[in-house]
């Protein structure tokens, strides 16, 4: 992808184009093709549940992937970190299969899935993430979640990595993602002289240029995160208060100040 010599390219396993029944990898090729990408990071092989499935069908789905993550964990030898694809929709089974991971096989870290489908049930997503961050100090990957919402949420639970392809989503639907305002987007405004944005994409466009050029609102998208991210390390590596900072940051959005509440109350609950 043409991407500087330096970036970390974290490969998973396409988990979300198996939705169909039939796997079309096993965990032998999946990581012959992450190394053919030159990965620095694997993701292992997964099959994601369905807020839909009976608990039988997910559980089944559950030990598959459990199955996967060791099967790799036994075909690795190389230098690339191996990260274990996590999935379950209560916290003991999160905490359990983190566990039994952990003792069987031999992984740099995990990587919780399966989050998309209830991303708006923010108390579940978040008891499921500490979940998972509780169970282990290794690094904790999510899959799917890091929008300007989920973004702030996952680093103050303490997640390491997340991926997300909200930016480009965004830039689909003509939504101008604001940094600074909790996930708000740009107002239908008629006219503006400058963008409320100074990246490399908006600094000399106007709000007609960049509204009808979606190639340069995924990149403003993309920035609007990166600002978003950049701000978050500040505050961290300033040793600010970082309740105080999200306190703020969230206050614009009735939706995420909420989401951010139950995140709060349930991280002092762990204290
Ligand atoms: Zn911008």
């Given at each position: 992808m043409d991407v500087p010599e330096h970036t970390i390219v974290f490969a998973d396993s396409g988990g979300y184009d198996f939705a169909v029944e039939t796997l079309d990898t096993t965990p032998r090729e999946t990581l012959e093709?992450?190394?053919?990408?030159?990965?620095?990071?694997?993701?292992?092989v997964d099959v994601p549940l369905s807020r839909d499935h009976r608990?039988?069908?997910?559980?089944?789905?559950?030990?598959?992937?459990?199955?996967?993550?060791?099967?790799?964990?036994?075909?690795?030898?190389?230098?690339?970190?191996?990260?274990?694809?996590?999935?379950?929709?209560d916290p003991e089974t999160i905490r359990n299969?983190?566990?039994?991971?952990?003792?069987?096989?031999?992984?740099?870290?995990?990587?919780?899935?399966?989050?998309?489908?209830?991303?708006?049930?923010?108390?579940?997503?978040?008891?499921?993430?500490?979940?998972?961050?509780?169970?282990?100090?290794k690094h904790l990957h999510v899959y799917g979640l890091g929008g300007l919402v989920y973004q702030p949420l996952l680093l103050y639970l303490g997640v390491d990595s997340f991926d997300s392809s909200a930016f480009i989503r965004s830039a689909g639907n003509r939504n101008y993602?604001?940094?600074?305002?909790?996930?708000?987007?740009?107002w239908n405004i008629e006219e503006l002289e400058y963008l409320p944005c100074s990246c490399p994409v908006c600094g000399d466009r106007t709000l007609d240029e960049i509204r009808a050029d979606r190639d340069a609102l995924t990149q403003h998208n993309l920035w609007a995160l990166t600002t978003e991210?950049?701000?978050?390390?500040?505050?961290?590596?300033?040793?600010?208060?970082?309740?105080?900072?999200?306190?703020?940051?969230?206050?614009?959005?009735k939706v995420t100040q909420r989401a951010y509440k139950i995140a709060k109350q349930q991280v002092r609950g762990l204290a």
């Open positions: 093709t992450q190394r053919q990408l030159e990965a620095d990071i694997f993701g292992t608990s039988a069908k997910n559980q089944q789905r559950i030990d598959r992937s459990i199955d996967f993550a060791l099967a790799a964990s036994d075909l690795h030898d190389g230098e690339e970190l191996l990260l274990a694809s996590v999935h379950g929709y299969s983190i566990q039994y991971l952990e003792k069987r096989g031999d992984f740099d870290g995990y990587a919780l899935g399966s989050l998309v489908p209830i991303r708006t049930d923010y108390t579940k997503v978040t008891k499921l993430v500490l979940a998972a961050r509780t169970a282990t100090d993602l604001l940094p600074g305002f909790g996930g708000e987007e740009l991210l950049r701000r978050f390390r500040y505050v961290s590596t300033a040793g600010k208060d970082i309740e105080t900072y999200l306190d703020l940051r969230f206050q614009g959005n």
